[in-house]
Protein backbone atom coordinates (compact mmCIF):
# COMPACT_ATOMS: atom_id res chain seq x y z
CA UNK A 1 0.00 0.00 0.00
CA UNK A 2 2.92 2.33 0.84
CA UNK A 3 4.25 1.80 -2.69
CA UNK A 4 1.38 2.55 -3.86
CA UNK A 5 0.93 5.90 -2.87
CA UNK A 6 4.55 6.62 -3.63
CA UNK A 7 3.43 6.03 -7.33
CA UNK A 8 0.21 8.09 -7.14
CA UNK A 9 2.68 10.93 -5.65
CA UNK A 10 5.42 10.41 -8.18
CA UNK A 11 1.98 10.90 -10.91
CA UNK A 12 1.83 13.87 -9.42
CA UNK A 13 4.58 15.66 -11.19
CA UNK A 14 3.91 13.62 -14.93
CA UNK A 15 0.43 15.34 -13.96
CA UNK A 16 1.78 18.86 -13.54
CA UNK A 17 4.11 18.42 -16.65
CA UNK A 18 0.95 17.21 -18.78
CA UNK A 19 -0.96 20.93 -17.58
CA UNK A 20 2.05 22.59 -19.20
CA UNK A 21 1.16 21.13 -22.32
CA UNK A 22 -2.25 22.41 -22.18
CA UNK A 23 -3.79 25.80 -22.54
CA UNK A 24 -2.21 27.85 -19.77
CA UNK A 25 -5.39 29.80 -18.34
CA UNK A 26 -7.73 27.81 -17.01
CA UNK A 27 -11.23 28.56 -15.86
CA UNK A 28 -13.29 26.73 -12.56
CA UNK A 29 -16.53 28.25 -12.05
CA UNK A 30 -17.78 27.88 -7.81
CA UNK A 31 -21.23 28.37 -7.03
CA UNK A 32 -21.86 29.69 -3.60
CA UNK A 33 -24.15 27.79 -1.06
CA UNK A 34 -27.66 29.38 -1.08
CA UNK A 35 -28.05 31.26 2.27
CA UNK A 36 -31.75 29.96 3.86
CA UNK A 37 -33.47 33.50 2.68
CA UNK A 38 -32.18 32.55 -0.99
CA UNK A 39 -35.23 29.96 -2.58
CA UNK A 40 -35.32 30.32 -6.11
CA UNK A 41 -32.04 28.50 -7.22
CA UNK A 42 -31.80 29.14 -10.75
CA UNK A 43 -28.57 26.60 -11.51
CA UNK A 44 -30.01 23.68 -12.95
CA UNK A 45 -27.21 21.32 -13.96
CA UNK A 46 -24.02 21.14 -13.03
CA UNK A 47 -21.71 18.47 -15.08
CA UNK A 48 -18.75 16.87 -13.79
CA UNK A 49 -16.84 17.36 -17.42
CA UNK A 50 -17.24 21.46 -16.54
CA UNK A 51 -20.13 22.01 -17.87
CA UNK A 52 -23.22 24.05 -16.33
CA UNK A 53 -26.61 24.72 -17.20
CA UNK A 54 -28.38 27.98 -15.82
CA UNK A 55 -32.06 28.82 -16.03
CA UNK A 56 -33.46 32.31 -16.63
CA UNK A 57 -36.21 32.74 -14.41
CA UNK A 58 -38.49 34.67 -16.43
CA UNK A 59 -38.45 33.07 -19.08
CA UNK A 60 -39.85 29.28 -20.41
CA UNK A 61 -37.63 26.17 -19.80
CA UNK A 62 -37.25 25.85 -23.66
CA UNK A 63 -35.75 29.34 -24.05
CA UNK A 64 -34.70 30.24 -20.99
CA UNK A 65 -31.56 27.48 -20.83
CA UNK A 66 -28.19 28.91 -21.00
CA UNK A 67 -24.97 26.54 -21.14
CA UNK A 68 -21.44 27.09 -20.09
CA UNK A 69 -18.42 25.20 -20.30
CA UNK A 70 -15.51 25.30 -17.79
CA UNK A 71 -12.54 23.09 -17.02
CA UNK A 72 -14.15 22.55 -13.86
CA UNK A 73 -17.04 24.05 -11.68
CA UNK A 74 -17.10 23.38 -8.26
CA UNK A 75 -20.99 23.11 -6.55
CA UNK A 76 -22.12 24.45 -3.51
CA UNK A 77 -21.15 21.63 -1.58
CA UNK A 78 -17.54 21.43 -2.75
CA UNK A 79 -15.68 21.88 0.41
CA UNK A 80 -12.14 24.46 0.75
CA UNK A 81 -9.99 21.22 0.16
CA UNK A 82 -11.39 20.01 -2.78
CA UNK A 83 -11.18 23.07 -4.24
CA UNK A 84 -7.47 23.26 -2.97
CA UNK A 85 -6.81 19.77 -4.28
CA UNK A 86 -7.69 20.61 -7.85
CA UNK A 87 -5.44 23.61 -7.49
CA UNK A 88 -2.19 22.24 -5.85
CA UNK A 89 -0.57 21.49 -9.13
CA UNK A 90 -0.27 24.99 -10.61
CA UNK A 91 0.33 26.71 -7.27
CA UNK A 92 3.39 23.83 -6.53
CA UNK A 93 4.75 24.96 -10.02
CA UNK A 94 5.80 28.23 -8.71
CA UNK A 95 8.70 25.91 -7.01
CA UNK A 96 9.91 24.53 -10.59
CA UNK A 97 10.11 28.25 -11.36
CA UNK A 98 6.74 29.32 -13.41
CA UNK A 99 4.60 32.29 -12.42
CA UNK A 100 1.53 31.51 -11.47
CA UNK A 101 -1.65 33.70 -11.17
CA UNK A 102 -4.58 32.75 -9.56
CA UNK A 103 -7.77 35.52 -9.18
CA UNK A 104 -11.46 35.34 -8.17
CA UNK A 105 -13.72 37.00 -10.07
CA UNK A 106 -17.44 37.93 -9.52
CA UNK A 107 -20.05 40.11 -7.85
CA UNK A 108 -20.56 41.15 -4.36
CA UNK A 109 -21.33 38.43 -1.88
CA UNK A 110 -20.60 35.05 -4.67
CA UNK A 111 -17.72 33.83 -2.35
CA UNK A 112 -14.46 35.52 -3.61
CA UNK A 113 -12.88 36.35 -0.06
CA UNK A 114 -14.04 32.80 1.36
CA UNK A 115 -12.50 31.07 -1.74
CA UNK A 116 -9.00 33.24 -1.28
CA UNK A 117 -8.85 34.08 2.80
CA UNK A 118 -11.75 32.00 4.32
CA UNK A 119 -14.97 32.53 6.14
CA UNK A 120 -15.95 36.00 6.33
CA UNK A 121 -15.75 36.76 10.68
CA UNK A 122 -12.21 35.65 10.80
CA UNK A 123 -12.70 31.86 12.06
CA UNK A 124 -9.13 29.70 11.34
CA UNK A 125 -11.73 27.02 10.11
CA UNK A 126 -12.31 26.32 6.41
CA UNK A 127 -9.12 28.87 5.45
CA UNK A 128 -8.57 29.63 1.68
CA UNK A 129 -5.97 28.77 -0.76
CA UNK A 130 -4.09 31.68 0.11
CA UNK A 131 -3.25 30.10 3.61
CA UNK A 132 -3.39 26.52 2.04
CA UNK A 133 -1.00 27.57 -0.81
CA UNK A 134 1.73 28.81 1.55
CA UNK A 135 1.13 25.74 3.96
CA UNK A 136 1.75 23.64 0.80
CA UNK A 137 4.98 25.38 -0.25
CA UNK A 138 6.22 25.24 3.29
CA UNK A 139 5.61 21.29 2.79
CA UNK A 140 7.49 20.88 -0.54
CA UNK A 141 10.29 23.40 0.14
CA UNK A 142 10.70 20.90 3.46
CA UNK A 143 10.68 17.67 1.31
CA UNK A 144 12.80 19.05 -1.30
CA UNK A 145 15.29 20.01 1.32
CA UNK A 146 18.20 18.50 0.46
CA UNK A 147 18.30 19.13 -3.22
CA UNK A 148 17.07 22.64 -2.62
CA UNK A 149 16.91 25.63 -0.43
CA UNK A 150 14.14 27.64 -0.69
CA UNK A 151 13.27 31.40 0.97
CA UNK A 152 9.93 32.73 0.87
CA UNK A 153 8.88 36.11 0.97
CA UNK A 154 5.37 37.66 0.64
CA UNK A 155 4.04 41.18 -0.38
CA UNK A 156 0.39 42.11 0.15
CA UNK A 157 -1.11 44.99 -1.80
CA UNK A 158 -4.89 46.53 -2.52
CA UNK A 159 -5.71 48.29 -5.50
CA UNK A 160 -8.38 50.97 -4.69
CA UNK A 161 -9.24 53.37 -7.14
CA UNK A 162 -6.43 53.32 -9.12
CA UNK A 163 -4.02 53.75 -5.94
CA UNK A 164 -1.72 50.73 -4.64
CA UNK A 165 -1.59 50.71 -0.90
CA UNK A 166 0.95 48.57 0.32
CA UNK A 167 -1.40 46.63 3.13
CA UNK A 168 1.48 45.09 5.49
CA UNK A 169 2.82 48.81 6.07
CA UNK A 170 0.03 51.03 5.39
CA UNK A 171 1.47 53.34 2.76
CA UNK A 172 1.24 54.73 -0.76
CA UNK A 173 3.29 52.81 -3.68
CA UNK A 174 3.80 53.23 -6.66
CA UNK A 175 3.84 50.15 -9.50
CA UNK A 176 6.74 50.09 -11.46
CA UNK A 177 7.22 48.72 -15.06
CA UNK A 178 8.59 45.34 -14.30
CA UNK A 179 11.51 44.47 -17.10
CA UNK A 180 12.27 41.16 -17.56
CA UNK A 181 10.39 38.32 -16.51
CA UNK A 182 12.03 38.40 -13.14
CA UNK A 183 11.55 42.07 -12.23
CA UNK A 184 9.93 43.17 -9.15
CA UNK A 185 6.59 44.98 -10.42
CA UNK A 186 6.27 46.42 -6.74
CA UNK A 187 9.46 46.76 -5.56
CA UNK A 188 8.88 49.39 -2.36
CA UNK A 189 5.94 46.77 -1.12
CA UNK A 190 7.63 45.73 2.15
CA UNK A 191 8.83 42.10 1.91
CA UNK A 192 8.43 39.68 4.70
CA UNK A 193 10.34 36.89 4.77
CA UNK A 194 8.04 33.90 5.72
CA UNK A 195 8.91 30.70 7.62
CA UNK A 196 5.79 28.93 8.46
CA UNK A 197 2.62 28.55 8.43
CA UNK A 198 1.49 31.03 11.70
CA UNK A 199 3.74 33.90 9.61
CA UNK A 200 1.30 33.81 7.36
CA UNK A 201 -1.43 33.73 9.56
CA UNK A 202 0.12 36.63 11.63
CA UNK A 203 0.36 38.93 8.31
CA UNK A 204 -3.02 37.83 6.78
CA UNK A 205 -4.73 38.99 9.41
CA UNK A 206 -2.57 42.22 9.67
CA UNK A 207 -3.62 43.11 6.24
CA UNK A 208 -7.41 42.36 6.18
CA UNK A 209 -7.31 44.42 8.83
CA UNK A 210 -6.03 47.01 6.56
CA UNK A 211 -8.21 46.55 4.12
CA UNK A 212 -10.57 49.20 2.43
CA UNK A 213 -13.87 48.51 3.10
CA UNK A 214 -16.79 50.83 2.22
CA UNK A 215 -20.68 50.52 1.71
CA UNK A 216 -22.76 49.87 -1.05
CA UNK A 217 -26.52 48.87 -1.67
CA UNK A 218 -25.72 45.75 -1.98
CA UNK A 219 -23.35 44.53 0.72
CA UNK A 220 -22.62 47.01 3.34
CA UNK A 221 -19.31 44.82 4.09
CA UNK A 222 -18.73 45.07 0.49
CA UNK A 223 -14.83 45.11 -0.82
CA UNK A 224 -14.53 48.02 -3.19
CA UNK A 225 -10.68 46.91 -3.74
CA UNK A 226 -8.70 44.88 -5.11
CA UNK A 227 -6.31 42.58 -2.85
CA UNK A 228 -3.22 40.72 -3.92
CA UNK A 229 -0.92 38.81 -1.81
CA UNK A 230 2.16 37.82 -3.90
CA UNK A 231 4.54 34.72 -2.92
CA UNK A 232 8.16 35.32 -4.12
CA UNK A 233 10.02 31.96 -4.33
CA UNK A 234 13.72 31.87 -4.52
CA UNK A 235 15.04 28.32 -4.78
CA UNK A 236 18.98 27.01 -4.78
CA UNK A 237 19.62 23.70 -5.69
CA UNK A 238 22.85 21.82 -5.32
CA UNK A 239 23.64 22.07 -8.91
CA UNK A 240 23.08 26.01 -8.66
CA UNK A 241 20.66 26.39 -10.66
CA UNK A 242 18.48 29.50 -9.66
CA UNK A 243 14.49 29.18 -9.34
CA UNK A 244 12.85 32.63 -8.91
CA UNK A 245 9.33 32.81 -9.49
CA UNK A 246 6.09 34.57 -7.88
CA UNK A 247 2.58 33.69 -6.97
CA UNK A 248 0.01 36.11 -7.33
CA UNK A 249 -3.16 35.54 -5.24
CA UNK A 250 -5.88 38.10 -6.16
CA UNK A 251 -9.50 38.75 -4.36
CA UNK A 252 -10.97 41.06 -7.15
CA UNK A 253 -13.17 43.91 -6.07
CA UNK A 254 -16.74 42.89 -6.87
CA UNK A 255 -17.63 42.99 -10.92
CA UNK A 256 -21.32 44.14 -10.43
CA UNK A 257 -22.93 46.59 -12.75
CA UNK A 258 -22.81 50.35 -11.32
CA UNK A 259 -26.79 50.45 -11.69
CA UNK A 260 -27.68 48.28 -9.46
CA UNK A 261 -25.48 49.81 -6.57
CA UNK A 262 -27.08 52.80 -6.57
CA UNK A 263 -24.51 54.75 -5.56
CA UNK A 264 -23.41 58.73 -6.07
CA UNK A 265 -20.72 60.46 -5.61
CA UNK A 266 -17.33 58.68 -4.15
CA UNK A 267 -19.00 55.28 -4.60
CA UNK A 268 -19.61 56.14 -8.57
CA UNK A 269 -16.02 56.75 -8.71
CA UNK A 270 -14.96 53.66 -7.07
CA UNK A 271 -17.87 51.52 -9.30
CA UNK A 272 -16.06 53.02 -12.19
CA UNK A 273 -12.65 52.25 -11.43
CA UNK A 274 -13.38 48.86 -10.28
CA UNK A 275 -14.89 48.41 -14.15
CA UNK A 276 -12.09 49.82 -15.68
CA UNK A 277 -9.80 47.55 -14.44
CA UNK A 278 -11.91 44.67 -14.61
CA UNK A 279 -12.61 45.12 -18.47
CA UNK A 280 -8.57 46.04 -18.65
CA UNK A 281 -8.07 42.94 -17.14
CA UNK A 282 -10.07 41.17 -19.76
CA UNK A 283 -8.33 43.28 -22.64
CA UNK A 284 -5.36 41.97 -21.66
CA UNK A 285 -6.21 38.52 -21.84
CA UNK A 286 -7.52 39.04 -25.31
CA UNK A 287 -4.91 40.45 -26.88
CA UNK A 288 -2.63 37.83 -25.55
CA UNK A 289 -4.99 35.59 -27.07
CA UNK A 290 -4.84 36.83 -30.54
CA UNK A 291 -1.31 37.30 -30.11
CA UNK A 292 -1.29 41.27 -30.59
CA UNK A 293 2.01 42.81 -30.37
CA UNK A 294 0.53 45.51 -27.92
CA UNK A 295 -0.62 44.24 -24.70
CA UNK A 296 -2.25 46.78 -23.15
CA UNK A 297 -1.13 45.84 -19.40
CA UNK A 298 -0.65 49.70 -18.72
CA UNK A 299 -3.97 50.55 -18.54
CA UNK A 300 -4.75 49.74 -15.54
CA UNK A 301 -2.69 49.26 -11.89
CA UNK A 302 -4.15 45.59 -11.83
CA UNK A 303 -2.72 44.77 -15.28
CA UNK A 304 0.88 46.32 -14.93
CA UNK A 305 1.38 44.46 -11.12
CA UNK A 306 0.15 41.24 -12.72
CA UNK A 307 1.89 41.76 -16.08
CA UNK A 308 5.40 39.42 -15.02
CA UNK A 309 2.52 36.94 -14.41
CA UNK A 310 -0.33 37.19 -16.98
CA UNK A 311 2.25 36.84 -20.20
CA UNK A 312 2.48 34.15 -22.79
CA UNK A 313 5.09 32.22 -20.35
CA UNK A 314 3.33 32.02 -16.58
CA UNK A 315 -0.10 30.23 -15.46
CA UNK A 316 -3.39 31.42 -15.42
CA UNK A 317 -6.44 30.59 -13.15
CA UNK A 318 -9.58 32.09 -12.70
CA UNK A 319 -12.24 31.50 -10.07
CA UNK A 320 -16.00 32.44 -11.51
CA UNK A 321 -18.06 32.88 -8.58
CA UNK A 322 -21.86 33.16 -8.86
CA UNK A 323 -24.55 33.00 -6.74
CA UNK A 324 -27.42 30.89 -6.93
CA UNK A 325 -29.76 33.13 -6.46
CA UNK A 326 -32.78 33.97 -9.53
CA UNK A 327 -32.19 37.94 -8.42
CA UNK A 328 -28.77 36.87 -9.05
CA UNK A 329 -29.46 36.20 -12.39
CA UNK A 330 -28.21 39.08 -14.63
CA UNK A 331 -25.15 39.22 -12.74
CA UNK A 332 -24.11 35.24 -12.72
CA UNK A 333 -24.87 35.62 -16.85
CA UNK A 334 -22.34 38.40 -17.12
CA UNK A 335 -19.87 36.48 -14.60
CA UNK A 336 -20.40 33.62 -16.34
CA UNK A 337 -19.72 34.78 -19.95
CA UNK A 338 -16.70 36.83 -19.12
CA UNK A 339 -15.43 34.01 -18.10
CA UNK A 340 -16.40 31.82 -21.22
CA UNK A 341 -14.16 34.53 -22.99
CA UNK A 342 -11.36 33.92 -21.28
CA UNK A 343 -11.13 30.13 -21.04
CA UNK A 344 -11.47 30.10 -24.26
CA UNK A 345 -7.90 32.01 -24.60
CA UNK A 346 -5.10 29.47 -25.50
CA UNK A 347 -1.97 31.44 -24.36
CA UNK A 348 0.96 29.25 -25.31
CA UNK A 349 3.28 27.45 -23.44
CA UNK A 350 4.24 28.38 -20.18
CA UNK A 351 8.08 28.40 -19.35
CA UNK A 352 9.56 27.96 -16.19
CA UNK A 353 12.34 31.00 -14.90
CA UNK A 354 14.98 28.55 -15.19
CA UNK A 355 16.29 25.73 -17.35
CA UNK A 356 16.32 22.33 -15.10
CA UNK A 357 12.95 22.59 -13.68
CA UNK A 358 11.97 19.11 -15.36
CA UNK A 359 15.86 17.88 -13.99
CA UNK A 360 14.83 19.23 -10.69
CA UNK A 361 11.77 16.82 -10.66
CA UNK A 362 13.51 13.78 -11.71
CA UNK A 363 16.49 14.49 -8.92
CA UNK A 364 12.83 14.85 -6.49
CA UNK A 365 11.40 12.19 -8.27
CA UNK A 366 14.99 10.28 -7.21
CA UNK A 367 14.91 10.75 -3.85
CA UNK A 368 11.89 10.22 -2.59
CA UNK A 369 11.96 6.60 -4.33
CA UNK A 370 15.39 5.87 -3.03
CA UNK A 371 13.80 7.15 0.51
CA UNK A 372 11.38 4.77 -0.15
CA UNK A 373 13.54 1.71 -0.73
CA UNK A 374 14.69 2.35 2.61
CA UNK A 375 11.65 2.57 4.56
CA UNK A 376 10.32 -0.63 2.60
CA UNK A 377 13.41 -2.67 3.19
P1 LIG B 1 -17.38 38.14 -1.91
O1 LIG B 1 -15.97 38.18 -1.40
O2 LIG B 1 -17.48 37.65 -3.32
O3 LIG B 1 -18.10 39.44 -1.72
P2 LIG B 1 -17.82 36.40 0.34
O4 LIG B 1 -16.69 35.46 0.20
O5 LIG B 1 -17.66 37.46 1.39
O6 LIG B 1 -18.20 37.07 -1.05
O7 LIG B 1 -19.13 35.52 0.60
C1 LIG B 1 -20.37 36.08 0.99
C2 LIG B 1 -20.92 35.26 2.18
O8 LIG B 1 -21.19 33.93 1.78
C3 LIG B 1 -19.94 35.18 3.32
O9 LIG B 1 -20.66 35.21 4.53
C4 LIG B 1 -19.28 33.83 3.14
O10 LIG B 1 -18.79 33.32 4.36
C5 LIG B 1 -20.41 33.00 2.53
N1 LIG B 1 -19.89 32.00 1.59
C6 LIG B 1 -19.36 32.24 0.37
N2 LIG B 1 -18.98 31.12 -0.27
C7 LIG B 1 -19.25 30.11 0.58
C8 LIG B 1 -19.10 28.69 0.54
N3 LIG B 1 -18.56 28.08 -0.54
N4 LIG B 1 -19.50 27.98 1.60
C9 LIG B 1 -20.04 28.57 2.68
N5 LIG B 1 -20.22 29.90 2.80
C10 LIG B 1 -19.84 30.68 1.77
MG1 LIG C 1 -14.92 39.85 -0.67
Same mark, same amino acid.
Given at each position: ? *?? /??? =? $?KE?????????D?? #??????CR +???????ETK?V?D???K??SL???????SQK?G?KV?QF????????????????? @?? *???? =??D? &??????? /?? @?T?? #??T?T? &?G???G????L?I?Y????D?FQ??????? +??E /?D??VQ??????E????????D???????? #???G???????M???K?T????? *??K????????S???I???S???? !???T?? $??????S?? +????C??? $?D??? !?E? %?D????????L??A @? /?I??S?????D %?I?A??Q??S???Y?????T???Q???G??A??????????????F #??T?S??K??QR??T??L???RA?K? !?S??? @? *??EQ???L?K?????G
Amino acid at each position: A *LG /YHK =V $VKENRNLYNMVQDLR #GNIRVYCR +IRPPFSTETKNVIDFIGKDGSLVILDPLKSQKVGRKVFQFNHVFGPTATQDEVFRDT @QP *LIRS =VMDG &YNVCIFA /YG @QTGS #GKTHTM &YGPSGGSTKDLGINYLALNDLFQLSNRRKD +ITE /YDIHVQMVEIYNEQVRDLLADDKLEIRSCT #GENGLSLPDATMHSVKSTADVLN *LMKLGEVNRVVSSTAINNQSSRSH !SVLTVH $VHGKDVSRS +IVRSCLHL $VDLAG !SER %VDKSEVTGDGLKEA @Q /YINKSLSCLGD %VITALAQKNSHIPYRNSKLTLLLQNSLGGHAKTLMFAHVSPEGDSF #GETISTLKFAQRVSTVELGAARANKE !SSEVM @Q *LKEQLESLKKALTNNG
